[in-house]
């Protein structure tokens, strides 16, 4: 056994974590403080939810709140402060029972004004619909300008809203309007808001053939609010969708219309435009691909007066899940979150939602999918993405948070998980992070670390391990009273130090340059003029190399007196074979009434102890390890000493 120690630092340990670049599926995302909770059973909040440019603010609706009344709908809004989300003011409630208040909702970029639509007003008539915008106080939320109304029963004004960056110009939504000529054919208002009143810009956009039924489910304006995508669900062959301009008085196509394909039905139950309206996300969550309902995702970008997809379609990933019932894109367009409401990752119909980054001409998945709810708790059936595409919101809107439907949100924010390297300096043997201990120079082994923001850390060890290497270890002496006695060590090791010790029977302690010793911290230790007083002494060397020490064997000096006898000649043992493997006898002069033993290792632990029986004693040291050790028996009123060597087989 060789003992280690370092002196001041076992050992210097240094971790650089370093981030460098990482693939795309290496990115985590992390529930950013706790889940936002429904008030009320039934609520369903996250029908609808909007998320601030910066990801601190999020709006969230649940239209089937009956606080007050039957499905009269509310939406609140909160921030995040201090590592969690704060109602920002109070709620936002619907006037009137079944107004479905909070179906949609949309926020400004600093998240300061909200637009909510009530899609069931009875403004004029039955599902008539209506659009409510606030702005925040500091306090409360302020009512900008009076209600935006529907324009006939059943027209389901304000099923979609979008706001401009700043808040000031809104598009919206009436699916179910009459139009001209087809029942449901559909339109979309857009406003902006003018010394206090909103007040529509250009005429109204409507569903000019049967092939664009229910014009208007989702619109989504660009940040200036002069772009505006809309989606329209049912065509006789496909849904399409259709982006506008507005060219100073009227709003004008830019392109064709947006069409996805054959068998993708329901494109356009969600669209996204990006921050300059260039490019165009479309949900087609009804498509019937490979697996029924599955779901797509198609991205188009605008370039010289056309619309092209980029990349391929985005696939759902099973029957029914209904991707791209809810997506958005951030800023650039190049990121996304697709909500999937019915995917059964983690229970039947729990829902989950996946990011992408367009690179190198595809869309790649930006981590893990986001199992964040239980089943059927629709996981995914809103969200909406922040200006950086580093933080999302998804609405859980039939969940059972705190009350039966109540409905949930959850924010997820991106973790760039960083790598680095752990350098370490070992002495023989070292215990790292991962629990393990290893023995031998190591640059493979890895550790996760989970860091406070919840996010991996990827740890690669880079141990360099130091050996002592001691090549001569000191020789025992016996020596005459008065006599000089030399202790000898050697190591392979580079400019190496030294300490000689020495054991009068209370332990090994340092020597210094004294009395009868010079040469304590070199590899020669020098013993002058001894005496009788002397016999008995152990001396060892410990020997620092890199930071690492580790001892000789001891040596024993035994001192004759003039007579040519050792002053306890009479108590000399014998121990034989030594060296051994397995066993040890030791023989003791019959005089001597040995009583009790005990053996120590160079290190100064005792290893094993027991009670002396007969002159003659066989010890099994099979379960040592190789090295020195030192016997000692007491008895007589004394204590002998000697040394033994455990060697292998």
């Not at 598009?171 to 339109?187: M, T």
């Not at 494109?267 to 029924?292: E, H, Q, R």
């Not at 229970?347 to 199992?371: F, M």
């Not at 670390?449 to 002592?468: H, R």
Request: aromatic residues 10%; proline residues 2%; hydrophobic residues 35%.
């Amino acid at each position: 056994m060789n003992l280690k120690t370092i002196y001041g630092v076992l050992c210097f340990c240094m971790i650089f974590i370093t981030a460098v670049s990482i693939s795309q599926a290496q990115v985590q995302w992390t529930q950013m403080g706790t889940t936002i909770n429904g008030a009320f059973a039934q609520a369903a909040l996250g029908k609808a939810v909007a998320i601030s440019s910066n990801g601190m603010v999020v709006a969230a609706g649940g239209p089937y709140n009956d606080s007050f009344d039957n499905e009269r709908g509310h939406v609140c809004v909160y921030e995040f402060q201090n590592g969690n989300w704060q109602q920002k003011g109070g709620y936002l409630n619907g006037e009137a029972p079944e107004d479905e208040f909070g179906c949609s909702v949309s926020i400004n970029d600093n998240g300061s004004i909200v637009a909510v639509g009530a899609r069931d007003n009875e403004a004029h008539g039955p599902e008539t619909g209506e659009v409510k915008v606030y702005q925040y106080n500091g306090g409360s939320w302020i009512q900008m300008g009076a209600d935006i109304d529907g324009e006939a029963s059943g027209d389901q004004f304000g099923s979609s809203v979008s706001l401009s960056a700043d808040g000031l110009t809104l598009a919206v939504g009436a699916p179910n309007n009459d139009g001209v000529s087809f029942h449901g054919i559909g339109e979309v208002k857009i406003f902006r808001y003018i010394s206090g009143a909103w007040t529509q810009i250009g005429s109204d956009i409507t569903g000019s053939d049967y092939y664009s039924i229910y014009l208007g489910t989702s619109v989504d304006l660009d940040s200036t609010g002069t772009i505006v995508a809309i989606g329209a669900i049912e065509g006789v062959y496909s849904a399409y969708e259709r982006v506008y301009m507005f060219n100073g008085s009227d709003w004008v196509q830019m392109g064709g219309n947006i069409n996805a394909g054959a068998n993708v039905y329901g494109a356009g139950t969600s669209v996204s435009l990006n921050y300059d309206g260039t490019i165009l996300a479309v949900g087609c969550p009804y498509n019937y691909g490979t697996v029924a309902n599955s779901g797509i995702v198609c991205v188009y970008q605008y370039s010289g007066g056309v619309w092209t997809q980029i990349g391929t379609d985005i696939p759902g990933e099973g029957d029914s899940d209904k991707f791209g019932y809810s997506v958005d894109v951030c800023a650039d367009g190049l990121t996304l979150v697709v909500g999937a409401y019915n995917n059964d990752g983690s229970g039947a119909y729990a829902g989950h939602a996946r990011v992408y980054k367009y690179v190198g001409g595809s869309w790649i998945q930006v981590g893990a999918d986001i199992d964040g709810g239980l089943a059927y708790d629709s996981f995914g059936y809103s969200v909406s993405i922040s200006g950086q595409g580093e933080t999302f919101v998804a609405g859980l809107a039939n969940s059972d948070g705190i009350a039966s439907f109540s409905g949930q949100a959850k924010v997820y924010t991106s973790c760039l998980p960083s790598t680095g390297i752990d350098t370490v300096d070992g002495c023989e043997s070292f215990t790292w992070i991962d629990g393990n201990t290893y023995f031998a120079d190591n640059n493979t082994a890895t550790c996760t670390i989970t860091n406070s923001a919840g996010c991996d850390s990827i740890v690669t060890l880079n141990l360099t391990m130091y050996n002592v290497d001691i090549t001569h270890n000191p020789l025992s002496e016996i020596l005459h009273p008065g006599d000089t006695a030399y202790f000898h060590a050697e190591t392979s090791g580079l400019q190496p130090s030294y300490q000689w010790q020495s054991d009068i029977g209370s332990g090994f302690v340092n020597l210094s340059n004294s009395g009868q010793y010079t040469g304590v911290h070199t590899d020669s230790l020098k013993v002058s003029n001894i005496s009788m007083t002397n016999n008995n002494q152990l001396f060892r060397c410990l020997i620092t190399v890199n930071q690492c020490t580790d001892s000789t064997s001891a040596a024993i000096l035994e001192v004759i007196d003039n007579t040519g006898l050792g002053k306890n000649s009479s108590d000399k043992i014998l121990i034989f074979p030594n060296p051994a493997t397995n066993l040890i006898c030791i023989k003791t002069p019959a005089e001597f009434h040995a009583d009790h033993y005990s053996i120590v290792d160079k290190a100064g632990k005792e290893v094993l102890q027991g009670r002396w029986h007969d002159a003659s004693y066989c010890i099994d040291i099979s379960a040592f390890t190789d090295g020195s050790y030192v016997l000692n028996i007491d008895g007589s009123g004394k204590v002998v000493k000697s040394v033994f060597f455990k060697i292998k087989e």
